[in-house]
Nanobody
């Protein structure tokens, strides 16, 4: 089991920045991958950014060059630094953790979600 607690959402003007945090209940070295998803009203949930246990990262095309995912192993925390925010970035952002069993079964864990609103 992994519990995830997010923080850092809020209201920001276009062009501004926010940093989201996701604290895991156990060592992130024991988690195969962690990521951030978002869901805007009327839209499907989409992967924003992810980082694997080995440190590889990937990003949605829409956020490349603006968002950065990183982690602090000592704090068991993953961050999403969001710069140059646009109104279309407005969504509920959720932290995700993925583990695989010895048999290859995938388990997904989710945080409670945090609202990010980009508006003037």
């Amino acid at each position: 089991q992994v519990q995830l607690v997010e923080s850092g959402g809020g209201l920001v003007q276009p062009g501004g920045s926010l940093r989201l945090s996701c604290a895991a209940s156990r060592s992130i070295f024991s988690i195969d991958a962690m990521g951030w998803y978002r869901q805007a009203p009327g839209k499907e949930r989409e992967l924003v950014a992810a980082i694997t246990r080995g440190g590889s990262t990937n990003y949605a095309d829409s956020v490349k060059g603006r968002f950065t995912i990183s982690r602090d192993n000592a704090k068991n925390t993953v961050y999403l630094q969001m710069n140059s925010l646009k109104p279309e970035d407005t969504a509920v952002y959720s932290c995700n953790a993925v583990t695989y069993s010895d048999y290859g079964d995938r388990h997904d864990y989710w945080g409670q979600g945090t609202q990010v609103t980009v508006s003037s």
